[in-house]
């Protein structure tokens, strides 16, 4: 009875380390719809949700996401531009519901003169550089990363990959970066009222980055813009 008890012991004790060193998850969608996973661990964040996603027009995450604040969450989520000039680009739904969010800006610390949408290039590249990650810590312990843009296609019909790592040490690094990258290269979003389409175009045309707000409300009337550091 005895050696019974202790082989038991020893079985519960293997499966224990078993769960401890378990591998990351790994998923790919359209097959795997990572969107679940994600709107878990939404849902169970209990302190933190940091995020940098380059495209996000998936409206169940961003209600995810405001019932997280409404539970206070702390959230900061910063975006490339092409997020907040979509149509359907789910920035001024957090920023009304009291999420913090960023619009990556390359030229913030380099100062560089601001290039129009569709001026000297293409719809979605027009800058010199854009913010391409996909990724969000979870309570410092969580990391969801991929190739998984945060919209219905990414999830029901692209061909895209998803890992979800728990780990520490791990998140330390990503929160770093995410740090550098929200504070440097990032600029608070607001909402400005319609009253800033007074502003000439032309005038507005080439602004040098400290000005880049008002050029910026002359393209979003209503939008989320970009607010003065």
């Not at 975006?79 to 920035?91: L, M, N, P, Q």
């Not at 909402?191 to 045309?205: F, L, P």
Request: glycine share 4%; hydrophobic share 45%.
């Amino acid at each position: 009875m005895k050696n019974l008890k202790y082989f038991s012991m020893i079985i519960c004790m293997s499966f224990a380390s078993v769960l401890l060193r378990a591998g990351p998850i790994i998923l790919f969608s359209p097959q795997d719809k990572p969107t679940n996973m994600l709107l878990k661990l939404i849902n169970e964040a209990q302190k933190t949700i940091l995020a940098a996603v380059y495209m996000f027009t998936e409206n169940r995450i961003a209600q995810a996401l405001i019932k997280a604040r409404q539970r206070n969450v702390e959230i900061k989520i910063i975006v490339d531009r092409v997020t907040v000039e979509s149509e359907y680009g789910k920035a001024l739904l957090l920023l009304q519901n009291g999420i913090e969010v960023s619009m990556y800006t390359p030229f913030k610390a380099a100062a560089v003169p601001y290039r129009f949408l569709k001026q000297n290039g293409d719809k979605f590249f027009p800058h010199e550089s854009i913010m391409h990650n996909k990724f969000a810590i979870f309570d410092n312990k969580t990391v969801f990363t991929g190739s998984f843009n945060w919209t219905v296609s990414a999830n029901v019909r692209n061909q895209e990959n998803v890992i979800v790592i728990e780990d520490a040490d791990v998140c330390k690094i990503y929160e770093t970066y995410f740090d550098k990258l929200f504070t440097t290269q990032g600029k608070k979003l607001i909402i400005r009222s319609a009253a800033v389409q007074t502003i000439d175009k032309e005038e507005a045309g080439v602004q040098a980055a400290s000005d880049y707000a008002r050029a910026a409300s002359v393209m979003m009337p209503n939008q989320p813009v970009l607010a003065e550091a």
